[in-house]
């Protein structure tokens, strides 16, 4: 049976972009999913999550503690992992969504909330968005980013290149309840970002002694949306023959 040039043009697309979209499914994480390293002037201590701490379902990964965490250095304790709010989910499509929720102990303490490196096959034409909200409760309590630029939340790609950040301080005042948060490019839209081959994020910043600070963020990256519209032309080419 003699396929019509269009068909058969219709089919390569399909072909190419299927092959593109399973691609992105085969993504890989490092072994060690989450870090969570808390520092202070009662000493430092690390908590890493590794990929079989978790649930996966099918190639997506999720991890949240069932109790409070306390983060300890020798017999001191450093700071305590709140159980709610707490997780990271990573999903091979692919995106890292992150949340913390953290009881600072009697000194001020730097906390960094590192996830694994996801990585993929190479989307050519990436596009991307990033968003986060961090709350900080007590009278007075402080939060500081760590990362270069000041902010408490950074998500990059390609090892090192930095796609966002952004939360700067956050001071609550006699409310006691501050918010800080950030969309980026905003709107719900993406920003092309060319070839893109892993991906991670990392929230760092120093927070008020007994300071309690919660958050959630998520880093996510598609392919541009021509690649997503040759898509839907070949299929609907396929079912008009």
């Given at each position: 049976m003699k396929l019509e040039r269009s068909r058969i043009r219709a089919l390569g697309a399909l072909v190419i972009v299927l092959s593109f979209v399973a691609g992105?499914?085969?993504?890989?994480?490092?072994?060690?999913?989450?870090?969570?390293?808390?520092s202070s002037g009662r000493g430092t201590s690390v908590l890493e999550?590794?990929?079989d701490q978790g649930t996966w379902e099918g190639d997506n990964f999720f991890w949240s503690p069932n109790e409070d965490i306390p983060l300890m250095?020798?017999?001191?304790?450093?700071?305590?992992?709140?159980?709610?709010?707490?997780?990271?989910?990573?999903?091979?499509?692919?995106?890292?969504?992150?949340?913390?929720?953290?009881?600072?102990?009697d000194t001020p303490t730097d906390v960094i909330v590192t996830s694994g490196v996801l990585s993929f096959p190479t989307i050519a034409e990436a596009t991307a968005r990033a968003d986060a909200a961090f709350t900080v409760m007590g009278s007075g309590v402080?939060?500081?980013?760590?990362?270069?630029?000041?902010?408490?939340?950074?998500?990059?790609?390609?090892?090192?290149?930095t796609f966002a950040e952004?939360?700067?301080?956050?001071?609550?005042?006699?409310?006691?309840?501050?918010?800080?948060?950030?969309?980026y490019p905003g709107g719900g839209a993406y920003l092309p970002i060319g070839s893109?081959?892993?991906?991670?994020?990392?929230?760092?910043?120093?927070?008020?002694?007994?300071?309690?600070?919660?958050?959630?963020?998520?880093f996510e990256i598609v392919p541009e949306p021509a690649?997503?519209?040759?898509?839907?032309?070949?299929?609907?080419?396929l079912r008009r023959r």
């Amino acid at each position: 049976m003699k396929l019509e040039r269009s068909r058969i043009r219709a089919l390569g697309a399909l072909v190419i972009v299927l092959s593109f979209v399973a691609g992105s499914a085969l993504a890989d994480v490092s072994e060690v999913v989450l870090r969570i390293t808390a520092s202070s002037g009662r000493g430092t201590s690390v908590l890493e999550i590794t990929a079989d701490q978790g649930t996966w379902e099918g190639d997506n990964f999720f991890w949240s503690p069932n109790e409070d965490i306390p983060l300890m250095s020798g017999d001191q304790v450093v700071g305590t992992i709140v159980k709610d709010d707490s997780y990271i989910a990573i999903y091979a499509d692919p995106q890292i969504a992150m949340g913390f929720s953290f009881q600072a102990g009697d000194t001020p303490t730097d906390v960094i909330v590192t996830s694994g490196v996801l990585s993929f096959p190479t989307i050519a034409e990436a596009t991307a968005r990033a968003d986060a909200a961090f709350t900080v409760m007590g009278s007075g309590v402080s939060l500081v980013g760590l990362h270069a630029g000041g902010g408490a939340y950074r998500a990059y790609y390609n090892d090192s290149v930095t796609f966002a950040e952004a939360i700067g301080p956050i001071t609550a005042g006699p409310t006691e309840f501050a918010v800080g948060d950030f969309a980026y490019p905003g709107g719900g839209a993406y920003l092309p970002i060319g070839s893109v081959s892993n991906m991670g994020a990392e929230i760092a910043f120093t927070l008020s002694a007994n300071g309690f600070a919660s958050g959630s963020s998520n880093f996510e990256i598609v392919p541009e949306p021509a690649g997503l519209l040759l898509l839907a032309l070949g299929v609907c080419v396929l079912r008009r023959r």
